[in-house]
Every structure is written in C-alpha cells, then in structure tokens.
C-alpha cells in the first residue's frame, strides 16, 4: 500500500524492539534437547513470527515427541523468561525514537506472536512501557501471522483504520499479515533474518533510525521524520 495517511505505528517485539531472536532459539533448543532432538537455527528460522502453540504443535507433530504444548511451553517459559530478563535493558535510542512519535501524536502499539509475560518483561526492562496504546499478544487472537488478525486488533484498539497504519517486523509471515491487513508493512532486516525473502515489504529498512525518515514521508501531521533524529540516515531499500 502507499501509506500515504499514517496515523499508528505498530512493532513487532522479537527482533524489532530487541535482538531477542537468538534468545528464542536457545531457549527452544534447550527444550526439544530434552527429548533428544537437536534442532538447527536455520530449522528454527522457519517458524519466525509463529504463535507458540502453533510452533510447539508443529513441532511436536513433525517430529513425533512424546510430548503436549502445554509440556513443551512449561519447560521453555521459565527458560526464556530468564533469558529476557537479562537482555531487557534500558535503550535510550530506542527510548529517543518512541518519544518522536508520541510528542508528533502516532498512537503506538506492539503486536507480538510471544507470550504477554514475555511482552511485559521486554517493555519493563527496554523502559518503554509507557509508550503503548494497545498491546497485542499471540494468545488475544484465534489466527496468528500470517493471517492478519493480530494487526487488525493493534488497530481496533488504537481506534485506527488499518490502512492509517503502519508495521515494523522482521519476518516474511508478518509482511504477509501486515499486507494482507492493507497496513503499510516495514521490514526490519538484521543478521537473524538476513537470509529470509523479505521482498513483500513496502519498504526494508537495516536499523530503527531510518524508520522516522521513511515514515516521515507519510505520516499524516505534516512533519519531516528527521526533524528530531537521524540526519544521516542509511540508504533505504523501498518498493516505492
């Protein structure tokens, strides 16, 4: 879409608003360890943006384990909640960029495939909690990504039109929900996903401080986004 009347930003959480991917992977590898089942990064790549219970189960059904979601969800929380709660820090740049956008009035919101616990420990400790008007977790919709549900309800609880607003995420089955939701879909391309096709994009970007200049282009209060960051922004990879 063209997104020529931005209203709302909404993010992804993984691999958006923290390098939390490779978090994710050990956790879940330490969890199918325990049935003896190694399992590669690049298998785990696959289900990038996957609600946990659709993971679990596919995992569970692909590979035959003896085990429940419920039981593979219960060895992995504890596992990655500890994890985040060490890699949750306070981000000022993170924390700058959040601030631009309020102080220009666009509501913001995270829709996230993780769990809420995991939401709250990562928004706690980054010191942005305060920034959200909605937040959206894979268990608050009956269809995860790439059905567009999860995006759809970050707008209805912003009180916006879908097609005023704009998403961040970093994996082809978000691009494929954000499009299919007729949002402007912005992908984030970092080391995790930089094999990935990511081509369904409105635009690719390679750091959050590009996102107030590309943004700046449509967003619908009549500002430039490098009016209060990123003057040398990076060179933007855009289907437009």
Not at 45 to 65: A, N, P, T
Not at 138 to 148: H, L, Q, R, S
């Amino acid at each position: 879409m063209t997104g020529a009347n931005i209203k709302g930003v909404i993010f992804d959480m993984d691999g958006v608003l923290i390098d939390s991917q490779p978090l994710h992977f050990q956790a879940e590898k330490m969890t199918i360890a325990r049935f003896g089942y190694p399992m590669t990064t690049e298998e785990l790549k696959h289900y990038l943006g996957w609600r946990e219970d659709e993971f679990w189960g596919d995992v569970i059904k692909r590979h035959s384990l003896p085990a429940s979601v419920e039981g593979m969800k219960k060895i992995e929380h504890p596992v990655m909640e500890s994890l985040l709660l060490k890699a949750a820090k306070p981000d000022k740049a993170l924390h700058n960029l959040l601030s631009g956008f309020r102080k220009k009035g666009i509501a913001l919101a995270v829709a996230s495939s993780a769990p809420k616990s995991f939401i709250d420990i990562v928004t706690g400790g980054l010191g942005i909690s305060d920034f959200f008007d909605a937040i959206v977790c894979g268990a608050d919709v009956t269809k995860g990504k790439p059905e567009p549900d999860i995006f759809l309800a970050a707008a209805k609880r912003m009180k916006l039109r879908p097609e005023d607003c704009a998403v961040v995420e970093d994996a082809p089955s978000g691009i494929q929900a954000a499009n299919s939701a007729g949002m402007f879909s912005v992908a984030l391309k970092g080391r995790v996903n930089s094999s990935l096709d990511l081509s369904k994009a409105d635009c690719i970007i390679e750091s959050l401080n590009e996102l107030p200049e590309i943004l700046g282009r449509h967003l619908s209060k009549g500002w430039r986004g490098d009016s209060w960051q990123n003057p040398n922004p990076k060179t933007q990879n855009s289907k437009h």
